[in-house]
């Protein structure tokens, strides 16, 4: 009996600690990386206000265009492609409640996901592994066309939210 | 001589007979295990908590069209075999990689490029898979909605950036509206279904001022709330008299990636991630048809639990919509919301959204009843 307390406590504790392990923010901005600007578009684009996107958000006309489907594959390490270009996908520890949230949202489980990032170095599957938010919006740029998350909405030359 | 004639009639008849039954047989089989989780439980199963119900229920006399504006369809998919009427490609010139609009309303080809604006493979098979949800004939277990809707396919999207006009003349043309240097369409719309977000957060007067005279014309608008991870309607879900659409799972919960906006009028099963339910809906995704990557490399045509997201939510109304057309066809987007209580149950509240009240669609009582 005095086992099953504690277990149970044990439990309760470590349930605890992964929800304290979660701030309030915990919410995840998908970002994408950004074409370069050297290359203009066929014809004349569309001002911002008038662009429309396949049941996603509106964002600047150089941002990749990946969907939910997109980012579960990538994530899952299946290869996804862009105009004929690889999709990288970076993210941090596993342990990390960004991850964990980021994760979560798509379903999958981040020691997959980690696994196959290790796997990467090996056999090249476009997941990029580092080690703090600092490093994601770099991993991000160097890795285009890729996508990561970020705690808040952040627009630069190199990336912007993806939705 | 008329014995024998009469034995090798019988036996015919018994042989056609057999045939008959067997594929009867077949297909009720084929209905009953690989109908789609979304659209109800046959027999003891049990439903998913968020299946509209419509696996029994027949479609009414009416053909209804439905317009699909996307990124083109694959008109060879066997899934949408005898499904389609003639559309368009309304992408115009400066953004149409092939140049000009046509009748060819395929999407670009896989791979597409325009300058150095990149776009995942998967929005080229989006328009066919969301068609499918609309009304796929049932060839692979893709099951749409309503098997006896026909759509028009009409394409905005491309490779490169989808411009405003062009969404205007798309549904100008889907409702039998004329188009400068565009021949009509043959084939009026009654529903338009836009998987689709962007533009402005408030929405355009002149789009606006389209729907509203269309919804005169009894034509129902049904657009996706779009992926935008719970943040408000953009255009066009959020214009008014479009029956907005968000993504709920198997089991009634608001999916992450939907917007999130208490003006949002109904929720569909958008598929999403997996859930532990042991149960056919635990994939949690919607089967559509599609196109994948054989071992050579080479594109072939497919069946696959793989829809994840508004776009996908928003055909399902679209189908669900015709169905009932197809018993009722002068009814309208009114109508539609004052059958609240025979259409939409609540789905599980969500914290963040405090003013949301999210109903989710569901056949509560025989369509044909008036």
Known sequence: ?163 | MDSILLIIMTKNFFKIALHLCGAALYVGLAMAQESPWHLGATGSQVPAPAAINTITEKPGPHRIVVAVIDSGVIASHPSLAGQLLPGYDMVSAAQNLRKERSADFSPDERGAKCGSRLMADSFRTHGTEVASLVAGNGVDGVFGVNPSAKVVPIRVFGACAMSRKDLLDAIAWAAGMQVPGVPANAYPAKIINLSMGGGSSVCNPELQALIDRLVQDKIIFVAAAGNNFQKPLPEPANCSGVISVGAINAENQIEVYSALDPRTLVYAPGGGAALPANAPWGVNKLKVATYELDFFGKERSSARFSGVGTSFAAPVVAGFISLWLSHNPDKTFDDFLSNKAKFLRPALPIEKCAQCIPLGLFNADRMGTP
């Not at chain 1, 996804?80 to 409640?97: E, H, I, Q, Y």
């Not at chain 1, 964990?100 to 980690?114: C, E, F, I, T």
């Not at chain 1, 919006?137 to 066309?145: F, G, L």
């Open chain 1, 1 to 163: 009996m005095k086992q099953f307390c504690l277990r149970g406590l044990t439990r309760a504790v470590l349930s605890l600690q992964i929800m304290l392990a979660l701030p309030a923010w915990a919410d995840t901005v998908w970002h994408c990386s950004r074409a370069p600007a050297m290359q203009q578009a066929v014809g004349s684009g569309p001002e911002t206000g008038d662009l429309f996107a396949l049941a996603q958000q509106d964002g600047a006309d150089d941002v990749i265009q990946i969907s939910v489907t997109d980012l579960i594959d990538v994530y899952s390490g299946v290869s996804v492609r862009l105009s004929g270009l690889p999709l990288s996908a970076c993210f941090m520890p596993v342990n990390d409640p960004m991850t964990m949230k980021a994760m979560r949202d798509l379903g999958l489980n981040a020691d997959v996901s980690s696994a196959l990032a290790r796997k990467s170095a090996i056999a090249k599957n476009n997941l990029y592994r580092i080690t703090d938010e600092s490093e994601m919006k770099a991993c991000i740029k160097r890795h285009h066309p890729a996508v990561g998350y970020l705690n808040r909405a952040q627009v630069t030359e190199q990336l912007a939210p993806c939705f």
